[in-house]
């Protein structure tokens, strides 16, 4: 062999049409690897938009609330369902946050949660509590259809 002349390998001949294609095979990389920092940044701004506007509710016990366990699945799955109301919020954003502490011996329990579900947590779990919005001005409103006169048969 001559001096300055490498061995041909076997696996030379095969991979050279892969070197030939290496630039295209990198620009997808790069292409791809864009798409995918776009789309996390995106995910990543909407996470912080819904914790920033989060909602929250006030479970207020009354005299006679005695939960079944029964009751009790049924408020986690109530509240599992929240995360299907956020929509497309991410995850992150889309979590429900449950804070219990007593105020001169009144239990008291605050649901935060994402605007877009505040419909499904102002629904009441269980059966002898009451539902307040912490916040003025949140409370669902129900909708009234006005009719003309005319109209009404």
Partial sequence: MPPGQLPVLGALPAAHPLLALS?????AALVAALLWAARSHRRLRAARAA???????EIVPTTRFDPSPG??????HHL???H????????R???????YSADGGQM???LQG???AAAVLQMPGYAGVDIRCARPGQAIQPVRFTTSPKETR
């Fill in 84 to 91: 299907w109301a956020a929509g497309c919020v991410p995850a």
């Fill in 80 to 82: 599992a369902r929240a």
């Fill in 71 to 76: 009751e009790v699945v049924r408020f986690g």
């Fill in 51 to 57: 914790l920033a506007h989060r909602t929250r509710v």
């Fill in 114 to 116: 994402p605007a877009e």
């Fill in 23 to 27: 630039p295209y095979v990198g620009g």
């Fill in 108 to 110: 008291r329990c605050l």
């Fill in 93 to 99: 954003g889309a979590a429900v946050r449950l804070r």
